[in-house]
Nanobody, 117 residues
Framework: QVQLVESGGGLVRVGGSLRLSCAAS????????MGWFRQAPGNERELVAT???????NYADSVKGRFTISRDNAKNTVTLQMNSLTPEDTATYYC???????????WGKGTLVTVSS
């Protein structure tokens, strides 16, 4: 069983920064993608950023240039550095791991990010 545990959410003012971290534990294949999704009240869950085990990154247009995703394959961790935050970034952020070897998709419980104006 794979578990994802997020940390780092909180309240920040407009223009501020936050760093989210996610640690994965359990039986994880070497070929996988880790990433972050977010869901604001009344909205669907949307992709924020992903990074493959090979280091290829993908970002939503809304966060390009402001957010940076990185991972440590040895520790099975993924980090999202969020800068220049706006109220539109307010959401619950979910860590995700897609294990392609076993065709499984895992989610963390989420961490709330609130950006106040």
């Amino acid at each position: 069983q794979v578990q994802l545990v997020e940390s780092g959410g909180g309240l920040v003012r407009v223009g501020g920064s936050l760093r989210l971290s996610c640690a994965a534990s359990g039986s994880i294949s070497a070929i996988n993608t880790m990433g972050w999704f977010r869901q604001a009240p009344g909205n669907e869950r949307e992709l924020v950023a992903t990074v493959t085990s090979g280091g290829t990154t993908n970002y939503a247009d809304s966060v390009k240039g402001r957010f940076t995703i990185s991972r440590d394959n040895a520790k099975n961790t993924v980090t999202l550095q969020m800068n220049s935050l706006t109220p539109e970034d307010t959401a619950t952020y979910y860590c995700n791991l897609r294990d392609f070897m076993v065709a499984q998709n895992y989610w963390g419980k989420g961490t709330l990010v609130t950006v106040s104006s």
